[in-house]
């Protein structure tokens, strides 16, 4: 298939600052004899904070900095081994040591990369791979570790009536976390805006907690309320007072901070186990969500969709703190 040479693409022009600018760049070339596959990207999405990703985490070696690192596009090219040959529609959370995807052209490898859900449009698919995958190694992997990932059936047996309560539950990860913890059987609590409470209601929260106007540390104190696990996806004061709502022997797991470093004093709990990590992209663990959101088990949420030059526009509705979903840049837009 023949390419043009040069691409759209979104760049941050330093790590020490969170501009971004749109340029024109050479498409990518896979490495020769590698996993790497050249994609058409379709559409792309940002993550909450990413901006901020390359001064408080610098990549392990230099590279562009462009964002958004859940893609949905085409195969172009790929090694003669892969499943994923050319004209396959895939879609990815690609790893953050390469450059992300807001660009025309973009480079992944096999263990990134998983079907796209059949019946859903790359805007859709998108929303998903992130989020999901995060929400799916928080309850699948973390949260109660064992020897090897659990299974879903493995997992119904652990999680079935466990109460849970996310932190951000309209959030991209907490609407995740909501549906497959409510999927394997708990018993959901989620915090957010009275403006979501409906939205979250609809995902499986049994009970919405506005975090404007509910004292966790008082709720958690009648009779009932405590849970087993707390699911943070906010972190610093939400992360400290969601400390008071966890059992003797539960878990407090946060994928914004390590959570003992904000528990509160006073806190008397015994037994608690604290958890924090960094999300790595598995096709298997995407190939599975697949499965699930082609079942209609499970659903991501957009807010919003984009073409690629309102990129301003687009981050400062990110950063606002107030999306349902995800934010989504469309390219067909572009073309």
Not at 11 to 27: E, R
Not at 28 to 52: F, R, W, Y
Not at 119 to 145: D, E, N, R, Y
Not at 306 to 313: H, N
């Amino acid at each position: 298939m023949a390419l043009k040479t040069t691409m759209q693409t979104l760049v941050q022009k330093t790590a020490a600052s969170t501009t971004l600018t749109l340029i024109n760049s050479p498409i990518p070339s896979p490495t020769p004899n590698s996993d790497e596959h050249l994609i058409q990207i379709k559409a792309c999405s940002p993550c909450s904070g990413e901006l901020l990703w390359p001064k408080n985490f610098p990549p392990p070696t230099e590279r562009p900095l462009i964002p958004c690192p859940d893609m949905a596009g085409i195969v172009i090219s790929a090694p003669a081994d892969s499943p994923f040959q050319p004209g396959a529609e895939v879609y990815s959370r690609t790893n953050y040591i390469r450059p992300g995807n807001a660009r025309e052209y973009s480079i992944a490898v096999t263990e990134e990369l998983a079907r796209k859900p059949k019946g859903l449009s790359f805007v859709q698919a998108v929303s998903i791979p992130l989020s999901a995958m995060t929400a799916w190694q928080i309850l699948f992997v973390h949260a109660f570790p064992t020897e090897q990932e659990m299974g879903i059936e493995e997992a119904k047996a652990v999680w079935k009536g466990k109460r849970v309560l996310v932190t951000a539950a309209s959030g991209g990860v907490g609407m995740w976390v909501v549906q497959l913890a409510r999927m394997l059987g708990a018993e959901v609590i989620g915090t957010c805006g009275s403006g979501n409470a409906n939205l979250v209601r609809d995902l499986g929260v049994g009970e919405v907690l506005d975090y404007r106007k509910v004292d966790l540390k008082e709720w958690a104190g009648q009779d009932g309320n405590a849970v087993d696990v707390v699911v943070d996806c906010v972190g610093r004061q939400a992360l400290a007072d969601a400390w008071w709502t966890v059992k003797d022997g539960g878990v407090v797991l946060s994928i914004y901070q390590p959570p003992r470093g904000v528990c509160p004093a006073g806190f008397e709990g015994t037994g608690v186990r604290d958890v924090f990590f960094v999300m790595q992209p598995v096709s298997r663990q995407l190939e599975e969500i697949t499965r699930l959101a082609e079942a209609g088990l499970c659903r991501g949420i957009v807010d919003s969709v984009w073409p690629l030059e309102q990129f301003e526009e687009a981050f400062k509705r990110l950063d606002g703190g107030h999306a349902k979903g995800k934010i989504v840049f469309d390219l067909e837009l572009n073309r």
